[in-house]
């Protein structure tokens, strides 16, 4: 039975509707055989939400307690979601920076992930469970909360899925696949049906924001295959090796 990663970026769960949609997709992996592992990001625009409330406080220089407010946007969507998964009659529990087994270095608001220790993860696959994930977070050396900088979640989805030996690593995107350009901006621009690793870290470095810049560096130490999918349609758009 393989193991497949589902990651929702924030877009993919901004509301009530969309939240069932992903916990669709999860029961189309489980209706294959698979067992699955979903990380979240925030909803929607929560953690820019979130910054501005800080900011109103002339607080985001305060990367300690700004992370202590940041990574609640995530581990709501965790407990949201694994609802919507638990009233569809799936097993499922969400996790949190605690348990979750990702150590980082003490640099609050843009930690570097250090070890990732899945054994609990394992623990609830084993016993039938969906480990829902908050991304973009882990914890440190003194026990506390830290954050993975902006695009974090992809890599909580990356290093679990590198860790987990998965056989797919699905990165659900509101634009669904890697295009030439924006296609919120220019709708005729045709996608990127494959890439390599080298491929994709030229178009992030020249802006493109579809996947973080660091878990490419992380898939490609690990030789891990990244899709980009739809979340309404789960159609792959875009497979990076």
């Known amino acids: 039975m393989g193991i497949i990663v589902l990651k929702f970026g924030g877009k993919t769960i901004a509301d009530v509707d969309k939240l069932k949609l992903a916990g669709l997709r999860v029961q189309d992996c489980l209706n294959e055989g698979k067992q699955v592992v979903v990380v979240v990001s925030a909803m929607g625009d929560e953690t820019d939400r979130l910054i501005e409330l800080a900011a109103n406080l002339d607080g985001c220089g305060y990367k300690r307690e700004l992370d202590h407010l940041l990574f609640t946007g995530e581990v709501r ?3 949201l979601l694994t609802m919507v998964l638990m009233g569809m009659s799936i097993k499922a529990k969400s996790m949190n920076f605690a348990n979750l087994g990702i150590k980082t270095d003490s640099e609050h608001f843009n930690a570097k992930v250090k070890e990732v220790d899945v054994s609990n993860i394992k623990k609830l696959l084993d016993n039938g469970y969906v480990p829902v994930i908050p991304g973009y977070q882990g914890m440190n050396k003194d026990g506390e909360v830290t ?18 030996k998965a056989e797919q690593c699905v990165l659900f995107k509101d ?6 350009d924006d296609p919120k901006v220019n709708e005729d621009v045709k996608k ?26 992380i898939a490609k130490m690990n030789n891990l295959v990244i899709s980009i999918a739809n979340p309404e349609t789960f159609k792959i758009g875009t497979v990076i090796s």
């Open 175 to 180: 634009v669904g696949a890697v295009f030439y």
């Open 77 to 79: 969507s965790a407990a």
């Open 192 to 217: 990127f049906d494959r890439l390599t690793y080298k491929e994709l870290y030229e178009i992030v470095d020249k802006g493109c924001k579809v996947v973080c810049k660091d878990s490419i560096e």
């Open 147 to 164: 954050t993975l900088g902006r695009g974090g979640s992809d890599i909580t989805a990356v290093v679990v899925a590198s860790e987990l």
